[in-house]
């Protein structure tokens, strides 16, 4: 009743609900009882073997099964040759075993208690791990390619993330109308109707950059079809739904309802019907034993999303090392000119922004960057060696803050637009910048999944205001810095998060940086050491990569090291605002010459180190505050007294170099200063592992915003003068002594 398009309505009416529409000949009831054994008689075998171990059955369900292998039948027959799924945990090794067909052995030696990982990680249960398998289709004898997702308990969180993933396969194949790839989803009842990412989901349904054409969505009714056992095998639903339950436990269960009609009907025979179930039983019985061979639990065989061709055959990294991200000249100029410009003939932009386009001339011209231009040369030169760039998020077009402008729109003619970095060079791979729906949970998942397709693709999601990923924090905390310690899955996404403390209140001020780095997994207490590349191996061993980008040349440098890495990592870049503009925040082409690149720390290169041992005190900081502390200590003349030196690179710590700069300026006190309040931000990140560096020799201040509840103050004059009162602190020698600030 609420599908707008009459026709749709039609055809639902038509092949649903006209009366004895869904007439089967002998040989589908043959199969649809072969089916409806494999299905119930799986989750009797894991009853019997493992009655203590919840499993999350299908009991009271197991129709499901068959209803996906028809469905996967008629898609196969109709063209489609790979299928995306995503599910809640319930019948979830149903689904493994019997429509995906996932060896039994590798299942049920999942239920070993002995069982020892030989992947890294954390790994997770049985009942939230996904699959990926190519085989042939029975009935049809075709190709065809099943995956099922990864997901945790959060059910419903996995919806965006299938049609991410959906949409990417269909995008790198050409497959315009989703003919040939195609998603479903399956529900609960409760968790449809409830979780407001299903409707965060649906909501991308028709955005051009963001349709897969269409996904079978199966609602699984918990009174319609029933729970069994409750909500797992371990529930004593009895407490909550005693009358329900009396009537569940004289409830006749699909499969003798339906082997007693058909053996009625004279379709099978009672003999055959047995001879079925002696079948299936012993395939289990046989895989049964095979398990208890199996020591180590590889959860590589479990992979959602493999890239056969980007690993070694053992999953491995094809090198340990990171080439340089510096470019060419000629590359620099090219991509700057047409950042510059308008590619298309009689083709009228706005007043405004063809002043906008000659500024980027001017600064190309005087070979310099500012961020937008910055981020063109990372996204051009990328597209030059064939590696897709997709951008989405709210107003990503133009950018928030108006700084991008990646979609010019004709003044005169309704719709034409034009998107210049499509029309770099002749033979480049295609840029795909798209405003999103006002969701982040759903957008983000979207995103995610669309990085699993592929890692040579740039995949980035930005926030509108950094502090807008909070509704999101889902996908974050449950997919994309647990992910790989999970379910051994590699994703280079990029988050792109508008932060700094600007005056603009508690929603538009902190993309709370302090989350991120609570969720790194490195140790703050240990000095790490390497035998190879310190900065790739580092890399290699965490779970996400983390920064705060000072200057357009590292930006472009951090963007494009993502590409050039030989794995991926999640990237957390806590983007400018202020910054956007700032005269001092430029960069010369030289520092994105060949031979360069990126910077995990920018030391100070004026008259403090030039003289180090006359030093009395080396700040260290990130982010924007460095242009604020810089003009502090130029107004105070203390150049020669005061180093500041930035950390780009805020996880994994970038403890070499800091140890250098510590080590290079012997005499001088140690301060960490921030903008962001003392309990936020990154001052509980930095200082252990600052103290781990100088080996406690030495204490570590602290200069920044007082402890506070909320992110930032909603008075602008507060934020001035809290500004001006931790700058004077900063410079201001005799406050340090006998306190820790």
Known sequence: MFINNVDQCQWIRQKFETPGIMRFTNAEKRTLLARLISSTRFEDFLARKWSSEKRFGLEGCEVLIPALKTMIDKSSAAGIDSVIMGMPHRGRLNVLANVIRKDLEQIFCQFHPKLEAVDEGSGDVKYHLGMYHERI???????????????????????????????????????????????????????????????????????????????????VNNQVCYRRFGHNEMDEPMFTQPLMYKQIRRQQRVLKKY?????????????????????????????????????????????????PNFFTAEGEPRSMSCVPTGLDEVVLQHIGQTASSVPLEDFKIHPGLSRILRGRADLVKNRQMDWALGEYMAFGSLLKDGIHVRLSGQDVERG?????????HDQEVDKRICVPMNHLWADQAPYTVCNSSLSEYGVLGFELGFAMASPNALILWEAQFGDFHNTAQCIID????????KWVRNNGIVLLLPHGMEGMGPEHSSARPERFLQMSKDDPDHFPEFNGDFEVQQLYDCNWIVVNCSTPANYCHVLRRQILLPFRKPLIIFTPKSLLRHPDSRSSFDELAEGTKFKRLIPDEGLASQNPDQVKRVIFC???????????????????????????????????????????????????????????????YVRPRLLTVVANRKPVWYVGRDPAAAPATGSKSTHLNELKRFMETAFNLSAFHGKDL
């Open 137 to 219: 289709n029975r009935e049809t004898d075709k190709n065809i390619t099943l995956s099922l997702m990864a997901n945790p308990s959060h059910l419903e969180a996995v919806d965006p993330v299938v049609q991410g993933k959906a949409k990417a396969e269909q995008f790198y194949r050409g497959d315009t109308q989703g003919k040939k790839v195609m998603s479903i989803l399956m529900h609960g009842d409760a968790a449809f109707a409830g979780q407001g990412v299903v409707y965060e989901t649906f909501h991308l349904s028709e955005l051009p950059s963001y349709t897969t054409h269409g996904t079978i969505h199966v609602v």
């Open 259 to 307: 082997s007693d009609r058909l053996i009625a009907d004279g379709v099978v025979t009672l003999q055959e019907y047995e001879e079925e179930v002696a079948k299936y039983d012993k395939i289990c019985e046989e895989a049964y034993t095979s398990s208890k061979d199996e020591k180590i639990l590889n959860i590589r065989h479990w992979l959602d999303s493999p890239w």
């Open 400 to 408: 928030t803050f108006s700084h991008r402008h990646h979609v010019l």
């Open 478 to 485: 449950q997919f994309i810095s647990p992910g790989q310690a």
């Open 622 to 684: 990130t982010g924007k505050v460095y242009y604020e502390l810089a003009r502090e200590r130029k107004q105070h003349k203390m150049e020669r007294d005061i180093a500041i030196i930035r950390l780009e690179q805020i996880s994994p710590f970038p403890f070499d170099l800091v140890r250098a700069e510590a080590e290079k300026y012997t005499n001088a006190e140690l301060v960490w200063c921030q903008e962001e309040h003392k309990n936020m931000g990154y001052y509980d």
